[in-house]
């Protein structure tokens, strides 16, 4: 019987040689040998520390203060330096707290940066482990926390906005219940609280029915007459709804009494910051009428001696804005190294993608951070004022429209914002005459060179008026001279 073939294989051929690096492929350096790391939970944490300092290196502790109490002592008994922690939620508050006070160095990660690898488990013992990995390696980058006596100021604030976001619930009660009885007041009135409108509901409440005695409560300045308030006040009059409309008023203005008192211990709080105003007065600033929500305290002059630069000469910036920034940032800006991871950082620049040469997006980071609602909130009201900043708004919203110019705008506000805390020097308003006077000067540059492009000269009619940043500007062609006119001239016969 013939074998077959197989069974008598070939020899196989020499495995190829492989040449030897040119560079030597060494390990990573440990930036932080003495680094642990903390998957924070709200039962419990989990913690690891290098495999060499414990015989069990990854423990899981309590959430319990005296839990909290074992964790610290045992990472200091371990010789840990430093601490790398994962959270979300505000569990991870008391441990940053805890461990600060014992001496150590915390950080805050964003999770982004421990993404685990494809592939690899997902559980709190193996997620601890690989944050003490990376931190070990230095490639933990820590989240934006101030100062201690920043934070506090943070926290007062955010609990009055919250108090603020708590008392607008209850206006929208206030309209459904008035809507279930067919009154038509928020027709008739601007605003249900205002003078005219909180007047009638408490006289409402006090069980006035008669639409002509609730009438006579409108304020003087009211846009409504008594007879067009009447004909709104006449409804059903339900008990049951009438329960609920007082309920809403009374919960209303117990938020609003609530935001006095957090309103006094904001401004005791801005009493005890350091004075960096260098006893240089407050440049005065022209008064306007306060907003409803607004503090109930002048906080310019504390926020100013707080800072030692005035924000609110800023075009869109006022107080509460300016206590909104200070607030979050603090005033140390050596946090960031420059301008760019400035602005980055409250994603107000684009994040530019990029893949074989073409441009997929260059989107702004999504998010709802706080200094950025607030910077876009002021410049929203720049859009109309006779500054550079209005100008350079109004130029985005005609190119790209109002949201792409509200974020432009806005990453303009906090560039100022930081040269300001940076520097310290003052911010000169630049005038809006001397911006269009810049504006122009470059479109006639970009006439020209287009004029010279076309085999075409452009000459100047005459010295016109500076045009506005809104006038059209359209081309007049005489004989071989390229000549340009308002758009008030369109149509119209021009001499060469």
């Given at each position: 019987m013939?074998?077959?073939?197989?069974?008598?294989?070939?020899?196989?051929?020499?495995?190829?040689?492989v040449?030897?690096?040119t560079?030597?492929?060494l390990?990573?350096?440990l930036?932080?040998?003495h680094a642990?790391?903390?998957?924070?939970?709200?039962?419990?944490?989990?913690?690891a520390?290098?495999?060499?300092?414990?015989?069990q290196?990854v423990?899981r502790?309590?959430?319990?203060?005296a839990?909290?109490?074992?964790?610290?002592d045992?990472?200091?008994?371990?010789?840990i330096?430093?601490?790398?922690?994962?959270s979300t939620g505000?569990y991870?508050?008391?441990?940053f707290?805890l461990?600060?006070?014992?001496?150590?160095?915390v950080?805050l990660?964003?999770?982004r940066?421990?993404?685990?690898?494809?592939?690899?488990p997902?559980?709190d013992?193996?997620?601890?482990?690989?944050l003490?990995?990376?931190h070990a390696?230095?490639?933990l980058?820590a989240?934006?926390?101030?100062?201690e006596?920043?934070?506090?100021?943070?926290?007062?604030l955010r609990h009055?906005?919250?108090l603020?976001t708590?008392?607008a619930h209850?206006?929208?009660?206030m309209?459904?219940?008035?809507?279930?009885?067919?009154?038509?007041?928020?027709?008739?009135v601007?605003?249900l609280t205002?003078v005219t409108?909180?007047?009638?509901l408490?006289?409402?409440?006090?069980?006035?029915?008669?639409?002509l005695t609730?009438?006579?409560l409108?304020?003087?300045h009211?846009?409504?007459s008594?007879?067009?308030?009447a004909?709104?006040?006449?409804?059903t009059?339900?008990?049951?709804h009438?329960?609920?409309?007082q309920?809403?008023?009374?919960?209303?203005q117990?938020?609003h009494?609530?935001l006095?008192?957090?309103?006094?211990?904001?401004?005791?709080?801005l009493?005890t910051?350091?004075?960096?105003?260098h006893?240089?007065p407050?440049p005065?600033?022209?008064?306007r009428?306060?907003?409803?929500?607004?503090p109930?305290?002048?906080?310019?002059?504390?926020l100013?001696?707080?800072a030692g630069?005035d924000?609110?000469?800023i075009?869109g910036?006022?107080e509460?804005?300016?206590l909104v920034?200070?607030?979050?940032?603090?005033t140390?800006?050596s946090?960031?190294?420059?301008?760019k991871?400035?602005?980055?950082w409250?994603g107000?620049?684009p994040?530019h993608?990029?893949?074989?040469?073409?441009?997929?997006?260059?989107?702004v980071r999504?998010g709802?951070?706080r200094?950025?609602v607030?910077?876009r909130?002021?410049?929203r009201?720049v859009?109309?004022a006779?500054?550079?900043?209005?100008?350079?708004?109004r130029?985005m919203?005609?190119?790209l429209?109002a949201?792409?110019?509200?974020?432009?705008?806005?990453?303009?506000?906090a560039?100022?914002?930081?040269?300001?805390?940076?520097h310290?020097?003052?911010y000169?308003?630049?005038?809006?005459?001397a911006y269009?006077?810049q504006?122009r000067?470059?479109?006639?540059k970009a006439?020209?060179?287009q004029?010279?492009?076309?085999?075409y000269?452009?000459v100047?009619l005459?010295?016109?008026?500076?045009?506005?940043?809104?006038?059209?500007?359209?081309?007049?062609?005489?004989?071989?001279r390229l000549c340009?006119a308002?758009s008030s001239?369109?149509g119209k016969s021009?001499?060469s």
């Amino acid at each position: 019987m013939t074998p077959y073939k197989d069974a008598f294989p070939e020899p196989c051929p020499p495995p190829p040689t492989v040449p030897e690096p040119t560079v030597l492929t060494l390990p990573l350096p440990l930036y932080n040998p003495h680094a642990a790391g903390i998957d924070i939970g709200e039962a419990e944490h989990w913690v690891a520390v290098p495999p060499d300092r414990s015989p069990q290196p990854v423990r899981r502790f309590g959430t319990f203060t005296a839990d909290l109490e074992t964790l610290a002592d045992w990472l200091l008994d371990c010789g840990i330096t430093t601490v790398a922690m994962e959270s979300t939620g505000v569990y991870w508050i008391p441990v940053f707290e805890l461990l600060e006070t014992r001496g150590l160095q915390v950080m805050l990660i964003d999770p982004r940066q421990a993404k685990r690898v494809p592939g690899r488990p997902k559980t709190d013992r193996l997620d601890c482990q690989w944050l003490q990995r990376l931190h070990a390696y230095g490639l933990l980058a820590a989240a934006f926390r101030p100062a201690e006596q920043i934070c506090v100021l943070r926290s007062s604030l955010r609990h009055r906005q919250m108090l603020l976001t708590y008392a607008a619930h209850h206006i929208q009660h206030m309209h459904k219940a008035l809507q279930q009885m067919n009154l038509k007041l928020s027709q008739v009135v601007s605003d249900l609280t205002s003078v005219t409108g909180m007047a009638i509901l408490r006289a409402i409440i006090a069980g006035e029915r008669d639409p002509l005695t609730l009438a006579k409560l409108r304020n003087p300045h009211c846009h409504h007459s008594e007879e067009e308030i009447a004909k709104a006040l006449h409804g059903t009059w339900r008990a049951e709804h009438l329960f609920a409309l007082q309920q809403a008023v009374e919960l209303y203005q117990f938020y609003h009494q609530q935001l006095t008192v957090c309103d006094q211990h904001l401004q005791a709080h801005l009493g005890t910051f350091a004075d960096q105003s260098h006893g240089q007065p407050l440049p005065p600033k022209p008064r306007r009428h306060k907003k409803v929500n607004e503090p109930r305290f002048d906080a310019r002059t504390p926020l100013y001696r707080l800072a030692g630069v005035d924000l609110t000469t800023i075009e869109g910036i006022e107080e509460g804005t300016a206590l909104v920034i200070l607030s979050e940032i603090g005033t140390d800006m050596s946090r960031w190294p420059s301008v760019k991871h400035f602005c980055s950082w409250l994603g107000l620049a684009p994040q530019h993608k990029i893949s074989g040469g073409k441009v997929l997006s260059r989107r702004v980071r999504p998010g709802a951070q706080r200094v950025a609602v607030a910077l876009r909130l002021a410049a929203r009201t720049v859009q109309h004022a006779h500054t550079a900043l209005g100008a350079f708004y109004r130029r985005m919203r005609s190119r790209l429209g109002a949201p792409k110019a509200i974020t432009a705008t806005a990453h303009k506000l906090a560039r100022l914002v930081y040269s300001l805390l940076k520097h310290g020097s003052a911010y000169v308003q630049q005038g809006l005459d001397a911006y269009e006077s810049q504006y122009r000067e470059r479109k006639i540059k970009a006439m020209a060179r287009q004029a010279q492009a076309l085999g075409y000269t452009l000459v100047a009619l005459s010295t016109p008026e500076v045009p506005r940043l809104d006038a059209v500007v359209a081309p007049i062609v005489t004989s071989n001279r390229l000549c340009t006119a308002p758009s008030s001239l369109q149509g119209k016969s021009v001499s060469s």
